[in-house]
């Protein structure tokens, strides 16, 4: 059984910082995707960046340039960092876990943490 813990986050100013942590037990980091998820009050949930097997890396347009995800496998951990970060970034942030290739489709990512509160005021 896969299990995913995210930590990081909480209340910034716009133009802030935070990193995401998402610790993972249970499975062989190296055979899964990793991605950050978010949803927003009253939105539907959101592919925000991913991470294959491979190390290659996709971000939503929104994010680009200012979000960086990144993978330590030797540490099982999952990493989002977020700079320049703006009101419209509140959200609860999920990391997730597939099999095999990447997916902006949330249903199709099997594995979720519990989510992680980011808050961004103006």
């Known amino acids: 059984q896969v299990h995913l813990v995210e930590s990081g986050g909480g209340s910034v100013e716009s133009g802030g910082s935070l990193r995401l942590s998402c610790t993972t037990s249970?499975?062989?980091?190296?055979?899964?995707?990793m991605a950050w998820f978010r949803q927003r009050l009253g939105k539907e949930r959101e592919k925000v960046a991913s991470i294959d097997r491979d190390s290659n890396t996709q971000y939503t347009n929104s994010v680009k340039g200012r979000f960086t995800i990144s993978r330590d496998n030797a540490k099982n951990t999952l990493y989002l960092q977020m700079n320049s970060l703006k009101p419209e970034d509140t959200a609860v942030y999920y990391c997730?876990?597939?099999?095999?290739?990447?997916?902006?489709?949330?249903?199709?990512?099997?594995?979720w943490g519990q989510g992680t509160q980011v808050t961004v005021s103006s």
């Open positions: 249970g499975y062989t980091g190296r055979r899964y995707c």
């Open positions: 997730t876990a597939r099999v095999g290739f990447c997916s902006t489709t949330p249903t199709a990512n099997k594995y």
